[in-house]
């Protein structure tokens, strides 16, 4: 396969008006690294591509996304090598993406595991092809042109699926939807994560970060609510545990990852959550997220988490 174009020779920029929100999606060359595309929409960046090196993330959140892929989730996304006893009965690793900007993660997950058979979500009907159009992949992505929260419920497109990774990218603040935002989405979304699989959610606030604290609550109070022990709680409500008694063990299966000073609430910033379906993260998982950095920057989970989102 030839190598992919540069920023020069692909006649930047380039436009696109989206017919939902009615802004104007725009691609550009971006001047801090040599073959950096950027997408902007409204005039708001959205998504950096580097031409020719898919693995490279430049945002903060995307790198830690990566590094909690590439240590939690590599050999979940690697099909069985061919010619092993399993490999035929093994089925084909997936990977659900709600928010495509300009499907960077989409592009990362693609190089490192090409087999993965990836689904993007986005409300506007034109963003996916304009997008594909001038920076394409070597597989395109499924396209589903919908409402995130609408995808996943009765009569979505999506009802019935689940994947090994549910990639969360929508809007990053509390200018958030409330549909979008709310315990019955985060339900939804951690129902469509298989036992096992990953869930990853990119946050955004700004100090004194009341926004960030009360998403991760609702997301562990969703993984709780999914959990087996939930459902036979359902069953004997008796011995139901409070939500907050749920949202303490859930904690073990999640992280938060983010630079120090966005997590000290002293700047606005991203910050990624991710969550295991029905299984702890091993310490040695979190300190070889918490090494890959970016730093300074940490990595909590369990009580660390559960101290910072309630402060």
């Keep these: 396969m030839s190598a992919a174009p540069g920023s020069e020779a692909l006649g930047l920029p380039r436009s696109q008006r989206l017919s939902f929100s009615g802004q104007l999606a725009e691609l550009t060359k971006d001047d801090l690294t040599e073959d950096g595309v950027v ?4 005039g708001a960046e959205q998504s950096h591509v580097e031409l020719g090196d898919p693995d490279y993330l430049l945002h903060d959140y995307l790198f830690r996304m990566g590094s909690v892929l590439q240590t939690c989730a590599r050999e979940r ?8 006893p399993d490999a035929a009965a093994t089925r084909v690793p997936s990977v ?7 499907l960077t993660l989409p592009r990362w997950i693609e190089h490192h595991w090409p087999e993965v058979e990836q689904t993007v979500v986005d409300i506007e009907p034109e963003l996916v092809d304009f ?7 070597r597989t395109s992505p499924r396209n589903l042109v919908a409402d995130a929260a609408a995808v996943l419920g009765a009569g979505g497109a999506l009802e019935q699926a689940s994947f090994d990774v549910v990639v969360v990218d929508l809007f990053n603040s509390a200018a958030a939807p409330e549909h979008l935002r709310s315990p019955a989405f985060h339900r939804a979304v ?6 096992g699989g990953l869930l990853l959610v990119n946050l955004g606030d700004e100090p004194p970060m009341d926004f960030v604290r009360a998403q991760v609550l609702s997301l562990l109070e969703a993984a709780a609510a999914t959990a087996p022990q939930a459902t036979q709680a359902a069953q004997e409500p008796q011995a139901a545990p409070t939500p907050e008694a749920a949202a303490d063990a859930a904690a073990s299966c ?9 997590l000290e609430g002293l700047t606005e910033g991203n910050l990624s959550y991710a969550a295991r379906r029905g299984a ?9 997220i918490w ?3 970016p730093h300074p920057g940490d990595v909590l989970s369990a009580e660390e988490l559960l101290v910072w989102a309630r402060p």
């Design 291 to 293: 090494a890959a950095g």
């Design 254 to 262: 999640a992280l938060l990852s983010a630079p120090n000073d966005v």
């Design 280 to 288: 702890a993260l091993a310490q040695t998982e979190l300190n070889a």
């Design 96 to 102: 659900l993406h709600l928010g495509a900007g300009a």
């Design 131 to 137: 997008v594909l159009e001038h920076l394409p992949m």
């Design 77 to 84: 996304l690697a099909p069985a090598a061919a010619g092993s």
């Design 190 to 195: 951690f129902e469509k994560v298989l036992p």
């Design 39 to 42: 997408l902007s929409i409204g």
